[in-house]
């Protein structure tokens, strides 16, 4: 099994900045694609940006040019920075990892943590 621990949420102000980190941890596992989804009451879940294991990205068409996802593999770590928030960025902002598992059976997964609150206010 692999665990994703978020943090970096918060109230922040409309213009405002913040830093969304994200970490897999477990035992025998290596990470290929890592991401960010929001979703927001009423809603479905939806990409927010997703970052290849080679470094190459894709971000949801509302959030480009404001949003930045980079990722640390030596930490199995992956970061969203936001810029420029707007009160429709206000959502919870869960991490997503596909991870292959090793040990009696190697197995392909996808994980997701448990979510962190971003609120923006105008």
């Known amino acids: 099994q692999v665990q994703l621990v978020e943090s970096g949420g918060g109230l922040v102000q409309s213009g405002g900045s913040l830093r969304l980190s994200c970490a897999a941890s477990?035992?025998?596992?290596?990470?290929?694609?890592m991401g960010w989804y929001r979703q927001s009451p009423g809603k479905s879940r939806d990409l927010v940006a997703i970052?290849?294991?080679?470094?190459?990205?894709n971000y949801a068409d509302s959030v480009k040019g404001r949003f930045t996802i980079t990722r640390d593999n030596a930490k199995n770590s992956v970061y969203l920075q936001m810029n420029s928030l707007k009160p429709e960025d206000t959502a919870v902002y869960y991490c997503?990892?596909?991870?292959?598992?090793?040990?009696?059976?190697?197995?392909?997964?996808?994980?997701w943590g448990q979510g962190t609150q971003v609120t923006v206010s105008s």
């Open positions: 477990g035992s025998s596992f290596s990470v290929n694609a």
């Open positions: 997503n990892a596909d991870a292959v598992v090793r040990g009696p059976i190697e197995y392909l997964a996808t994980f």
């Open positions: 970052i290849g294991s080679g470094g190459d990205t």
